[in-house]
């Protein structure tokens, strides 16, 4: 059984003249991590490892899980390139080439790959919002097998 836990970063602060990749998280993002966190404690499902697009806006939406998150505490963390992509198929890779002795993973990444990822492991097109979480779980045994899971989603707006 493999479980992926998807995090779309939190609202980005768009205030500032700043390049895509150092833009920041908003008050409202980071006031949605902390709801989103809570939903992340209850759910319980513990990653092994952590990963994140190096973006800034994805690397304190994961500094502010961290902080508000007690599930996440302690767990490696790294950034790959391949999780910065808008497309979903460059995440769709990074998947499929995930050491097989891990069962829970979580990726802060962006969208719109989070709405390819429920189209392809889910059927179905979703539009994931900033700070929403979902969650795939797939009865295989390697990433590389990884096709269509039982899937679930927390939005902030729900838990507001």
């Known amino acids: 059984m493999k479980n992926l836990i998807v995090i779309r970063h939190a609202k ?15 008050n409202r993002g980071k006031n949605d991590v902390k ?6 404690d209850e759910i319980n499902l513990k990653p092994e490892i952590i990963y994140s697009s ?6 304190e939406t994961y500094e502010n899980f961290l902080i508000h998150s007690s599930i996440i505490k302690n767990i490696k963390f790294f950034k790959s390139d391949l999780l910065y ?39 179905k097109y979703i539009h994931v919002p900033t700070c929403g979480i979902i969650i795939f779980d797939f009865d295989v045994s390697s990433w590389k097998e990884i096709t ?10 729900s838990f507001r």
Do not use: Q
Request: with cysteine; glycine share 2%.
């Open 35 to 40: 709801v989103m966190s809570k939903v992340i």
């Open 148 to 157: 269509t899971g039982n899937y679930n989603h927390y939005f902030p707006k």
């Open 12 to 26: 980005s602060d768009w205030n500032n003249n700043l390049s895509d990749l150092d833009r920041p998280i908003s």
């Open 85 to 123: 992509d808008f497309s979903g198929f460059n995440v769709l890779k990074f998947i499929n080439n995930i050491e097989d002795s891990l069962s829970k993973v979580l990726i802060f990444s962006h969208n719109n790959s989070c709405s390819f990822l429920t189209s392809e492991f889910a059927n």
């Open 54 to 59: 190096p973006a800034k806006r994805t690397i």
